[in-house]
């Protein structure tokens, strides 16, 4: 079909065409020489390289077209042609500008070197070429980011001003607008289930009094696929096996001010657990493995408990050296029944065992003082659990900021890995004069040259100075952590203790002791230890014979002023905490026991319970809860009273903060603390760390404490605890521990000192 509209088409093509060809065709000849025009901005020199014909060359059409894409294809030219003058191949170029310079406006929820970041991310940036459509992707690029913080009603204007020499200077101004907050999350066809409780499994939420911190009442696409994924396992760890998120919409309103949320779900039956059985290479015995699985028939099923088990199993093969086990556990539905069974495929995979233990980043530290802390040794099976062991041993010795261990496979093999273990060292020594700060001492001036690990062989050794109004320490301690090679401990000390308790709330009195002993630990376990010390000790009292209370008097009657102490110390520890300064899980069980023996003047017995445990939720990796609980018991045997000078305290930081310092418990007649030969103790903490800050040694927490001291004619009764509670800070700042804690007595009685605010700050040796 010819009509007269398609024969007009076919002129006008054939019009431009014709038209074009001149401006294309070039009558081939030698190049004689090459002249550059219109460059501004760029060199010559530029189109030289770029250009495919040199002189000397023969052009002809085609290489013209070459050297007319190559030229474009640079991205400096916005127009590229390639004429003859002669024997002169004559190159003109039109440029595209550069940008001079970049400007962001109104910017305030980023900062403007954040902006400039993502820019350059889109291919804008000082000295680069400008493009109109780069321009247009940088736009939505900073739109993006508005978005992803919540300012979806963000505007972003921008400003292209022509400048000399073919630049120009770009200006965005941002209009950032109000952010956009959640206003409801609907969630429909749950019935087993609550729509509040479900609420709770979910990261997003509606504005409340926290989420100007979290900001979880800000939409973010990545964090409803998340909660999605949440509410998923929530009904599958609950049997609902044929659970199903239907559908989810997101809508915003005009005014881009609020955000509506609706997920529509089904629930389906409960289904419960069936057979379980075992298949493929069982290297373990089924009976071990079925103690591993974390369920039994007849349980409602829960996916995490089967992820759980999968873990547990894989992890049990992994300690005999089958460190790349396959487990894949094979459901069996029977959806008339309603049940799910379960087979276990195991695949061990080839047995591995590690070729070489390599250290690197210790400087200071020598290697066999790491060494000796690790479990897995060179040419042992593979054992994951042993790893795991030496990499928290080596972080409990505090020589390292960080401790990583790798296990790269050994080229060329299949049942081979190296372990590397790489450590940062930190400084273990410190030559310190301060002046420090607590509620209980007062001012502190305090000196102490100490070396936990000197010359790298990780014994320690410790000169300590601290001047106190209540405490005055002189000591020099020595300690071997490894005096035999199966890791018994030794340790000698000398110290010179003064205690003035006249600044405190308790009745006054004056102690000087000087004395020397010897400690020693034995290990049991790899988290059981056992130490034994001998202490000789000779300690003078000074009382005020008209203030002192009768009891101090008694003493002294007794057994005059000057005393000889005799003692044997004992202590009984379970520590499976991941580390001593800042423990985030684990448990600390700790039995102590202080006697005084002849031939010493003092017979007495000082007992003491300590449990603690840390947890931390794997959801919530950067919050930890602490519980802690400590029993005392002291008396005197063989006819003698107990020394007064050896009662428990309570009161302050380290027991009971909001009270004063050693001011709980029994007192004289003048309204001074005597101390008692009971003590209670209990802490609940919820540690986090400091928002903004990634730095470890500065952490907060939320605390209860509670507890109270009783003397010996006194009946221990729950209604003598007191309790407070409140908000704490600590730091291991460089010149030593600082703690505050604001809180408020929750149960007291009349006559208690409060003290709401209390802080330490320097080391109190």
Same mark, same amino acid.
């Not at 000074?542 to 002023?561: C, I, K, M």
């Given at each position: 079909?010819?009509?007269?509209?398609?024969?007009?088409?076919?002129?006008?093509?054939?019009?431009?065409?014709?038209?074009?060809?001149?401006?294309?065709?070039?009558?081939?000849?030698?190049?004689?020489?090459?002249?550059?025009?219109?460059?501004?901005?760029?060199?010559?020199?530029?189109?030289?390289?770029?250009?495919?014909?040199?002189?000397?060359?023969?052009?002809?059409?085609?290489?013209?077209?070459?050297?007319?894409?190559?030229?474009?294809?640079?991205?400096?030219?916005?127009?590229?042609?390639?004429?003859?003058?002669?024997?002169?191949?004559?190159?003109?170029?039109?440029?595209?500008?550069?940008?001079?310079?970049?400007?962001?406006?109104?910017?305030?929820?980023?900062?403007?070197?954040? *902006?400039?970041?993502?820019?350059?991310?889109?291919?804008?940036?000082?000295?680069?070429?400008?493009?109109?459509?780069?321009?247009?992707?940088?736009?939505?690029?900073?739109?993006?980011?508005?978005? #992803?913080?919540?300012?979806?009603?963000?505007?972003?204007?921008?400003?292209?001003?022509?400048?000399?020499?073919?630049?120009?200077?770009?200006?965005?101004?941002?209009?950032?607008?109000?952010?956009?907050?959640?206003?409801?999350?609907?969630?429909?066809?749950?019935?087993?289930?609550?729509?509040?409780?479900?609420?709770?499994?979910?990261?997003?939420?509606?504005?409340?009094?926290?989420?100007?911190?979290?900001?979880?009442?800000?939409?973010?696409?990545?964090?409803?696929?998340?909660?999605?994924?949440?509410?998923?396992?929530?009904?599958?760890?609950?049997?609902? *096996?044929?659970?199903?998120?239907?559908?989810?919409?997101?809508?915003?309103?005009?005014?881009?001010?609020?955000?509506?949320?609706?997920?529509?779900?089904?629930?389906?039956?409960?289904?419960? @657990?069936?057979?379980?059985?075992?298949?493929?290479?069982?290297?373990?015995?089924?009976?071990? *493995?079925?103690?591993?699985?974390?369920?039994?028939?007849?349980?409602?099923?829960?996916?995490?408990?089967?992820?759980?088990?999968?873990?547990?199993?894989?992890?049990?093969?992994?300690?005999?050296?089958?460190?790349?086990?396959?487990?894949?556990?094979?459901?069996?539905?029977?959806?008339?029944?309603?049940?799910?069974?379960?087979?276990?495929?195991?695949?061990?995979?080839?047995?591995?065992?590690?070729?070489?233990?390599?250290?690197?980043?210790?400087?200071?530290?020598?290697?066999?003082?790491?060494?000796?802390? @690790?479990?897995?040794?060179?040419? #042992?099976?593979?054992?994951?659990?042993?790893?795991?062991?030496?990499?928290?041993?080596?972080?409990?010795?505090?020589?390292?900021?960080?401790?990583?261990?790798?296990?790269? =496979?050994?080229? %060329?093999?299949?049942?081979?890995?190296?372990?590397?273990?790489?450590?940062?060292?930190?400084?273990?020594?410190?030559?310190?004069?301060?002046?420090?700060?607590?509620?209980?001492?007062?001012?502190?001036?305090?000196?102490?040259?100490?070396?936990?690990?000197?010359?790298?062989?990780?014994?320690?050794?410790?000169?300590?100075?601290?001047?106190?109004?209540?405490?005055?320490?002189?000591?020099?301690?020595?300690?071997?952590?490894?005096?035999?090679?199966?890791?018994?401990?030794?340790?000698?000390?000398?110290?010179?203790?003064?205690?003035?308790?006249?600044?405190?709330?308790?009745?006054?009195?004056?102690?000087?002791?000087?004395?020397?002993?010897?400690?020693?630990?034995?290990?049991?376990?790899?988290?059981?230890?056992?130490?034994?010390?001998?202490?000789?000790?000779?300690?003078?009292?000074?009382?005020?014979?008209?203030?002192?209370?009768?009891?101090?008097?008694?003493?002294?009657?007794?057994?005059?002023?000057?005393?000889?102490?005799?003692?044997?110390?004992?202590?009984?520890?379970?520590?499976?905490?991941?580390?001593?300064?800042?423990?985030?899980?684990?448990? *600390?069980?700790?039995?102590?026991?202080?006697?005084?023996?002849?031939? %010493?003047?003092?017979?007495?017995?000082?007992? #003491?319970?300590?449990?603690?445990? @840390?947890?931390?939720?794997?959801?919530?990796?950067?919050?930890?809860?602490?519980?802690?609980?400590?029993?005392?018991?002291?008396?005197?045997?063989?006819?003698?009273?107990?020394?007064?000078?050896?009662?428990?305290?309570?009161?302050?930081?380290?027991?009971?903060?909001?009270?004063?310092?050693?001011?709980?418990?029994?007192?004289?007649?003048?309204?001074?603390?005597?101390?008692?030969?009971?003590?209670?103790?209990?802490?609940?903490?919820?540690?986090?760390?400091?928002?903004?800050?990634?730095?470890?040694?500065?952490?907060?927490?939320?605390?209860?404490?509670?507890?109270?001291?009783?003397?010996?004619?006194?009946?221990?009764?729950?209604?003598?605890?007191?309790?407070?509670?409140?908000?704490?800070? #600590?730091?291991?700042? =460089?010149?030593?521990?600082?703690?505050?804690?604001?809180?408020?007595?929750?149960?007291?009685?009349?006559?208690?000192?409060?003290?709401?605010?209390?802080?330490?700050?320097?080391?109190?040796?």
């Amino acid at each position: 079909m010819n009509t007269p509209r398609i024969r007009r088409l076919r002129l006008a093509v054939a019009c431009a065409l014709a038209a074009a060809l001149p401006a294309l065709a070039i009558q081939p000849f030698v190049v004689k020489d090459i002249r550059v025009e219109g460059v501004q901005r760029t060199e010559a020199g530029t189109v030289f390289t770029y250009l495919p014909v040199k002189v000397g060359e023969r052009i002809d059409d085609d290489k013209a077209a070459q050297a007319v894409k190559a030229l474009y294809a640079t991205g400096f030219y916005a127009d590229v042609r390639i004429e003859a003058d002669g024997d002169v191949l004559v190159v003109s170029v039109q440029e595209r500008p550069a940008i001079a310079s970049i400007d962001v406006e109104g910017a305030k929820e980023f900062t403007k070197d954040n *902006l400039k970041d993502g820019l350059k991310q889109a291919g804008i940036a000082e000295a680069k070429i400008y493009d109109k459509s780069l321009l247009d992707r940088a736009e939505k690029e900073l739109k993006r980011q508005y978005t #992803s913080r919540g300012f979806y009603s963000s505007k972003v204007r921008t400003t292209v001003t022509p400048l000399e020499r073919n630049r120009v200077a770009l200006r965005f101004d941002i209009e950032e607008g109000e952010i956009t907050r959640i206003a409801d999350i609907n969630i429909i066809g749950a019935k087993d289930f609550s729509e509040r409780q479900l609420l709770r499994e979910m990261q997003l939420t509606t504005p409340g009094w926290l989420t100007w911190i979290t900001k979880d009442d800000q939409y973010s696409k990545q964090k409803l696929t998340g909660d999605l994924e949440s509410l998923r396992s929530f009904y599958l760890n609950r049997g609902y *096996l044929e659970s199903n998120i239907e559908s989810t919409q997101v809508s915003i309103t005009p005014d881009r001010e609020k955000i509506y949320i609706t997920i529509a779900l089904t629930e389906g039956p409960v289904y419960r @657990l069936g057979e379980i059985k075992f298949s493929g290479d069982l290297i373990v015995p089924e009976r071990e *493995l079925r103690e591993l699985v974390a369920m039994n028939p007849g349980d409602t099923f829960s996916r995490e408990r089967v992820i759980d088990s999968v873990k547990r199993i894989t992890d049990r093969l992994s300690n005999d050296g089958y460190s790349f086990a396959n487990v894949n556990p094979v459901p069996d539905v029977d959806r008339e029944k309603r049940v799910a069974g379960f087979t276990f495929f195991v695949d061990p995979g080839r047995r591995v065992y590690v070729r070489r233990v390599n250290i690197v980043g210790n400087a200071r530290t020598q290697d066999a003082v790491i060494r000796r802390e @690790l479990r897995q040794l060179e040419g #042992s099976w593979y054992s994951l659990e042993k790893i795991a062991r030496s990499k928290e041993r080596l972080q409990r010795l505090g020589y390292f900021a960080e401790v990583n261990v790798e296990t790269p =496979p050994v080229a %060329g093999t299949t049942d081979q890995v190296d372990v590397v273990v790489s450590v940062t060292e930190k400084n273990t020594g410190s030559l310190n004069f301060g002046v420090g700060y607590s509620q209980a001492d007062k001012l502190t001036v305090s000196a102490s040259v100490s070396q936990a690990n000197i010359f790298g062989s990780g014994n320690q050794l410790a000169f300590q100075v601290n001047s106190g109004s209540v405490n005055q320490v002189y000591a020099i301690t020595y300690v071997n952590p490894y005096w035999t090679v199966d890791g018994i401990a030794a340790g000698i000390d000398v110290f010179r203790r003064n205690v003035d308790t006249s600044s405190l709330s308790v009745s006054a009195y004056q102690t000087k002791s000087t004395g020397a002993g010897v400690n020693f630990g034995i290990p049991l376990t790899e988290y059981d230890t056992v130490r034994l010390g001998f202490t000789a000790e000779n300690t003078k009292l000074t009382l005020d014979p008209v203030l002192a209370p009768p009891r101090y008097l008694d003493f002294v009657n007794l057994f005059g002023e000057e005393t000889t102490t005799f003692r044997t110390n004992f202590a009984y520890a379970r520590d499976s905490r991941d580390s001593l300064t800042y423990p985030t899980r684990g448990w *600390l069980t700790e039995v102590t026991l202080e006697v005084g023996m002849p031939p %010493g003047d003092l017979k007495y017995y000082r007992a #003491s319970l300590q449990q603690q445990y @840390l947890w931390t939720p794997a959801r919530i990796g950067w919050l930890t809860f602490l519980m802690n609980a400590e029993f005392g018991y002291a008396d005197g045997y063989g006819g003698k009273p107990l020394p007064f000078f050896k009662n428990f305290y309570a009161g302050g930081v380290g027991s009971v903060r909001g009270f004063e310092a050693a001011s709980l418990g029994p007192r004289d007649l003048n309204g001074d603390v005597l101390g008692g030969n009971r003590r209670v103790i209990g802490n609940l903490e919820m540690l986090f760390p400091m928002p903004g800050m990634k730095d470890k040694s500065v952490r907060l927490s939320a605390f209860v404490d509670a507890g109270n001291v009783w003397g010996a004619e006194e009946k221990v009764a729950g209604s003598d605890i007191r309790a407070a509670a409140g908000i704490a800070m #600590s730091w291991d700042s =460089p010149v030593g521990p600082l703690k505050f804690s604001l809180s408020q007595a929750i149960k007291s009685q009349e006559g208690d000192k409060i003290e709401r605010f209390q802080f330490q700050l320097g080391r109190i040796f």
